[in-house]
């Protein structure tokens, strides 16, 4: 089997003492991190998915900033996010929501064991050592920026955090907005993903970093709301007809999404809208396993993962 790996990320400057470290084309595992540099501060959004892309994030991280980061932010529990901690801790603090802490414990490495081909090297299951429930600001300095962590889940999965810039007008979404990338909820809500991406909105931010995808402005939150809207019309059609969510996928297609990478996660969305239709709360548990492999079967194979 020929794995084709992606480039590494870049780290893109944004505004003042804000970069964007980017992993295009965004697909499965091929996340985007941002750092946040203060006068005497510094923080990582996120970090990478296998222990050579973690590498290569903490040289371009060390470039701008000597000796890494103070802080390093989770913005959920997937691996792709978080694997990477280990290269950062101890020096850096770990923080995340207490519970995107108890769901990294529970999913611990599981993650790799979907694509066994990939090159993860060393990524040592590093948990959040400092979490909370609501909000937690960091101040870089007196006369540095502040970095507020918003808890907006469940949206992609059951707790979701933004890191929100307001000085700079730059928000990192973590996987609630995605850009040129198939969106995700099932492990999250289609509505509270809705209802996140609104109060992301009031925000009003002029930079928008997304978890996956080209960087952008509030566009990509209004491109992300419409296709949530369409899996929900997709659900309610689907459930008129008596169709299952994959008989859903298959009438439906991507439609006008056929532009986006990684269409598959249309039956998973799916699952996750219908579950909700039948009054599932948002982010409660669900059969990820199991959409996971209707998934593949609507991908024609196990879809590519070329970090």
Same mark, same amino acid.
């Given at each position: 089997?020929?794995?084709?790996?992606?480039?590494?990320?870049?780290?893109?400057?944004?505004?003042?003492?804000?970069?964007?470290?980017?992993?295009?084309?965004?697909?499965?595992?091929?996340?985007?991190?941002?750092?946040?540099?203060?006068?005497?501060?510094?923080?990582?959004?996120d970090?990478?998915?296998?222990?050579?892309?973690?590498?290569?994030?903490?040289?371009?991280?060390?470039?701008?900033?000597?000796?890494?980061?103070?802080f390093?932010?989770?913005?959920?529990?997937?691996g792709?996010?978080?694997?990477?901690?280990?290269?950062?801790?101890?020096?850096?603090?770990?923080?995340?929501?207490?519970?995107?802490?108890?769901?990294?414990?529970?999913?611990?490495?599981?993650?790799?064991g979907?694509?066994?081909q990939?090159?993860w090297?060393?990524?040592?299951?590093?948990?959040?050592?400092?979490?909370?429930?609501?909000a937690?600001?960091?101040?870089?300095?007196?006369?540095?920026?502040?970095?507020?962590?918003?808890?907006?889940?469940?949206?992609h999965?059951?707790?979701?955090?933004?890191?929100?810039?307001?000085?700079?007008?730059?928000?990192?979404?973590?996987?609630?907005?995605?850009?040129?990338?198939?969106?995700?909820?099932?492990?999250?809500?289609?509505?509270?993903?809705?209802?996140?991406?609104?109060?992301?909105r009031?925000?009003?931010?002029?930079?928008?970093?997304?978890?996956?995808?080209?960087?952008?402005?509030? !566009?990509?939150?209004?491109?992300?709301? !419409?296709?949530?809207?369409?899996?929900?019309?997709?659900?309610?059609?689907?459930?008129?007809?008596?169709?299952?969510?994959?008989?859903?996928?298959?009438?439906?297609r991507?439609?006008?999404?056929?532009?986006l990478?990684?269409?598959?996660?249309?039956?998973?969305?799916?699952?996750?809208?219908?579950?909700?239709?039948?009054?599932?709360p948002?982010?409660?548990?669900?059969?990820?396993?199991?959409?996971?492999? !209707?998934m593949?079967?609507?991908?024609?194979?196990?879809?590519?993962?070329?970090?």
């Open positions: 089997m020929t794995v084709v790996v992606a480039p590494p990320g870049e780290l893109t400057p944004l505004a003042d003492g804000v970069y964007a470290y980017l992993q295009p084309p965004g697909g499965w595992c091929l996340n985007n991190a941002g750092l946040v540099v203060g006068p005497d501060t510094c923080v990582l959004v970090t990478a998915a296998t222990e050579a892309r973690t590498r290569h994030l903490r040289d371009q991280v060390d470039a701008v900033v000597a000796g890494g980061p103070d390093v932010v989770n913005t959920h529990f997937h792709d996010h978080v694997f990477g901690n280990g290269h950062f801790a101890p020096r850096a603090t770990v923080v995340a929501h207490e519970g995107t802490r108890a769901d990294m414990a529970e999913a611990g490495l599981g993650l790799r979907l694509w066994p990939v090159a090297g060393e990524t040592p299951l590093v948990l959040p050592t400092l979490t909370f429930r609501n937690l600001t960091l101040h870089l300095g007196a006369a540095g920026p502040r970095v507020e962590l918003l808890h907006i889940g469940p949206a999965t059951a707790t979701d955090v933004a890191v929100w810039v307001p000085e700079r007008s730059v928000l990192f979404t973590g996987d609630v907005v995605w850009s040129g990338v198939t969106p995700y909820v099932l492990m999250g809500s289609v509505e509270g993903s809705l209802r996140a991406v609104a109060r992301m009031a925000l009003r931010p002029r930079v928008v970093v997304p978890g996956h995808g080209a960087v952008g402005g509030p !566009e990509l939150l209004d491109r992300t709301e !419409e296709y949530l809207r369409w899996c929900r019309e997709v659900a309610q059609d689907g459930l008129s007809a008596g169709l299952s969510p994959l008989e859903a996928a298959r009438r439906a991507p439609g006008r999404y056929a532009d990478t990684d269409p598959e996660r249309l039956v998973g969305n799916l699952h996750r809208a219908y579950a909700e239709l039948e009054g599932l948002p982010g409660a548990r669900i059969d990820v396993a199991g959409s996971f492999r !209707e593949c079967e609507f991908h024609g194979g196990l879809p590519e993962c070329r970090a």
